[in-house]
């Protein structure tokens, strides 16, 4: 039986503040925690975090995690309810809020009175972060349902129809394999096709990047293919510019992986180099990208996405840093001498099928192409109205019946 009071919950008047935080703690054994509103560690978080890095997830991927369980445990807290003590009813109210209610408020450090807010908010989340919040709270539960020290029932189930039977009973062979284990409340999460960037509104922005570090950086990471943080994680002893290569470390196995890249990025990596202040640590195993103020700190990817997000306010574009690995992955696809296969490597996919969107029409390719058909079509039927009339028949006879003047 449900509760009339929690099953009539009103969300419209539901306030979730911004209570809590997740932290970095500068600790190896556990990066990150969740505190509660009185600046308390939330154990349970802790614990599940531990977990994770016992499987081999990295930082970035705990701190992912430590966002929707922020998020959860906000919602919680503002309704009331230990997390111990949730049940579906409180996992269905949240994807609802989640949908519903959209993005809060959160005031920027350069206007704390709240003078610049984003325009972002109150807008429902993305499928694909509401996708992603749904199974990392079904795994959270997962854990504690295993080890005992949870509710009895995991609030975030799986879907009733795909609970029991053989996986890919009823699979049509046409068609492609899809997860049996969908969450009840997990959103369809609609198929995307990469964002790249034009030529021309490349062109726009990278004569707008303001030094010769910002031009290596974008040259590396369009011709690589190399993920924001991959490319950061480049050292001093991972450039060979003899064979055009560097070496990144992959963001989900850990993994070196060398990258050819183009002879335009070993450039203007030679020319950033020749201006880097004599302070800056010149060892093999030291970073290879630096700030440009003092002091001098390794260069983070906060700082190159503002950096890349100042060059497109300037040039008019709305693309994004992570819109070059996009492009560079069109680049590599649209060549016939560069086997599929060989693209995947570079990216560093783990499926064929995932580098296979990339072989998708890009939206401006495919308006181009048929904004030419048009005016193909246009002048087809210009020269064939233009045609002269076939012998035996009288022109002046044709104007009467068709109009014009006499040919």
């Known amino acids: 039986m449900i509760d009339d009071e929690v099953a009539s919950r009103d969300l419209a008047v539901l306030a979730v503040p911004l209570v809590g935080s997740l932290e970095e703690t500068g600790d190896r054994w556990l990066p990150f925690r969740l505190v509660d ?12 975090f531990r977990d994770l890095q016992a499987a081999g997830r990295s930082e970035t ?18 309704v009331d309810v230990p997390w111990k003590q949730a049940t579906r009813v409180e996992a269905r109210d949240f994807c609802r809020w989640m949908l519903v209610a959209g993005k809060p408020s959160r005031p920027h450090w350069r206007h704390p009175d709240g003078a610049g807010s984003s325009p972002f908010v109150g807008r ?50 046409m068609e492609r394999h899809r997860n049996e284990r969908t969450g009840l409340y997990r959103p369809v999460v609609p198929t995307r096709i990469p964002r790249s960037v034009p030529d021309e509104e490349f062109n726009e922005i990278f004569a707008r990047l303001p030094s010769h570090r910002d031009r290596a950086l974008v040259s590396f990471y369009v011709s690589t293919g190399a993920r924001a943080s991959e490319l950061l994680s480049v050292t001093q002893a991972g450039v060979d510019p003899g064979r055009r290569l560097i070496t990144v470390v992959r963001k989900g196995s850990r993994a070196e992986q060398e990258l050819p890249a183009s002879t335009d990025a070993f450039v203007w990596l030679r020319l950033y180099q020749a201006e880097i202040d004599e302070s800056v640590p010149r060892e093999r195993r030291q970073p290879l990208w630096w700030t440009m103020r003092r002091p001098f700190r390794p260069l983070t ?103 014009g003047a006499a040919r």
């Not at 701190?63 to 919680?76: I, P, T």
């Not at 959270?140 to 029991?164: E, I, Q």
């Open 124 to 173: 429902a989340y993305a499928p694909s972060v509401r996708a992603h919040c749904e199974t990392v709270l079904r795994g959270f539960y997962g854990f504690h349902l295993d080890a005992g020290s949870g509710p009895l029932v995991n609030p975030f189930p799986l879907d009733r129809s795909r609970r029991g039977g053989r996986a890919h009973a009823h699979h049509n062979p």
């Open 37 to 48: 509103p009185a600046g308390e560690p939330v154990e349970a978080v802790s614990s599940y």
């Open 61 to 78: 991927t705990l701190r992912s995690y430590g966002m929707d369980l922020l998020r959860w445990f906000r919602f919680l807290w503002s």
């Open 301 to 403: 990817y906060h700082a190159v996405h503002r950096m890349f997000e100042r060059a497109a306010d300037a040039a008019g574009s709305m693309a994004t840093l992570h819109a070059l690995r996009h492009t560079a992955a069109y680049r590599m696809a649209e060549d016939p001498e560069l086997p599929l296969t060989d693209v995947q490597f570079v990216l560093g996919h783990a499926l064929l099928t995932t580098t296979q969107i990339y072989l998708t029409p890009r939206k401006e390719d495919v308006i181009r192409r048929v904004l030419a058909h048009h005016a193909d079509q246009t002048r087809r039927a210009a020269q064939r109205a233009s045609a002269p009339p076939a012998p035996g028949y009288r022109a002046e006879t044709l104007a009467v019946l068709f109009g």
